[in-house]
């Protein structure tokens, strides 16, 4: 029996543990837990992580990030977000929660990312903006949403949600560099996790960055003094005091799972398993895609008795996403009916991801392979 779980978050804490607890310590020393130096100090790292390409704001969730963008650029009834079916719920339900109208578009079967041919097929009179998802860690086609988006001849917003993606490049620019504004979460699985809930927002517009700055503050940018209607969506200073111990561990850490990520490729590529398991896109012809695999998720054949058998040997999996968001019940009214979006609906079926945390040795990387193996044998 293995014990190899789909992600260790402990072993990296034990990496910074004294660290963290003194970043934790000052605040509370402080007693300042809204907002104050920790939030503002954070905001200013992860700006420089940016390379100074756009401002940085936290706020309360990565879910909470994708609504305030959204308000801040004014959208709401009678607009249309082109959004992937294949992705987190937070990427749609921020579209429904501002009651503007949800159109689909598929994904890549390779890259499992939204499909800039489907969205040109997409685009209305009434489009405002594209969400681009970077899922699992490697962007989106960002050059082909943008010539997309041209072709359209229309004023259209290209959103990024980068939750997974933080640390990931797209022809040498990161993510949440590229779009007008960028969406990341700090969820504890995420690249970069903090304990809790946490997310920011970036924007490369100085007045959009003003609009969600004061849209996170209830509305007010002096407080008491309501001129819109926000909501409470701030980052915490805990959060930020531990996520500023973070950042900078984070390119070593995506470059782990980049080393993890070639491993796998290495010890599957000795099997004969590639009628049975795809693997993941990589980084592309001429490295455009600086893939830093958030999951590295295969697409296999009899995924649920995969999935059990691992578990029964001690390898920890996860089924990244089992229903497309367009055949959500939730998202009836959109009238998205099975088929609609082949390439996600067969991804729901397919996809598993297994273990590729930093910290993963090769020898269990070795045992995974060799798990998977022994169940097609
Ligand atoms: C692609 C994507 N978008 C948005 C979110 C929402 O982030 P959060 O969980 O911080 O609200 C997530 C997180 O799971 C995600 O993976």
Not at 200 to 215: G, N, S
Not at 262 to 289: E, K, M, S
Request: net charge negative; charged share 20%.
């Amino acid at each position: 029996m293995h014990h190899i779980p789909l992600l260790d978050l402990k072993l990296l804490y034990d990496r910074q543990a004294g660290e963290i607890r003194a970043a934790m310590d000052r605040v509370l020393e402080s007693q300042e837990f809204i907002m104050g130096p920790e939030v503002a100090a954070f905001e200013r790292d992860m700006e420089a992580f940016l390379g100074g390409e756009a401002r940085a704001l936290g706020c309360s969730s990565g879910s909470a990030a994708l609504v305030l963008v959204l308000m801040a650029l004014g959208i709401g009834p009678g607009d249309e977000v082109i959004v992937p079916p294949y992705s987190f719920f937070a990427t749609a339900s921020c579209v429904a929660l501002v009651g503007a109208t949800i159109v689909w578009a598929d994904v890549e079967p390779g890259s499992l990312n939204i499909d800039p041919a489907q969205v040109a097929a997409k685009i209305t009179p009434r489009t405002r903006a594209i969400v681009a998802v970077h899922l699992f860690g490697r962007m989106a086609d960002m050059d082909g949403l943008a010539a997309a988006v041209a072709a359209s001849g229309q004023e259209i917003t290209l959103i990024e949600d980068a939750a997974q993606s933080l640390g990931a490049a797209y022809k040498g620019r990161r993510s949440c560099t590229i779009g007008e504004a960028g969406c990341t979460s700090f969820f504890p699985s995420k690249n970069l996790g903090c304990f809790g809930d946490g997310g920011l927002v970036t924007a490369r517009d100085e007045a959009l960055a003003k609009r969600v700055d004061i849209l996170r503050k209830h509305g007010a940018e002096q407080k008491y003094f309501h001129d819109v209607v926000g909501l409470n969506s701030r980052l915490d200073a805990l959060q930020a005091a531990i996520l500023r111990v973070k950042l900078p561990a984070l390119q070593g850490w995506c470059d782990e799972r980049r080393a993890n990520a070639a491993r796998y490729r290495d010890l599957f590529a000795q099997t004969r398993l590639d009628a049975r398991v795809t693997l993941p896109a990589d980084d592309g012809p001429d490295g455009a895609y600086h893939h830093i695999y958030n999951q590295f998720n295969l697409l296999v054949d009899d995924r649920d008795g995969l999935q059990a058998h691992l578990k029964a040997q001690g390898i920890g999996t996860a089924v990244y996403y089992p229903r497309p968001l367009h055949l959500q019940p939730c998202f009836a009214s959109t009238g998205a009916q099975p088929g609609e979006c082949p390439v996600s609906e067969a991804a729901a079926l397919r996809a598993l991801a297994i273990p590729v945390y930093p910290g993963l040795e090769p020898a269990q990387q070795e045992a995974v392979v060799e798990a998977i193996a022994s169940y097609y044998a």
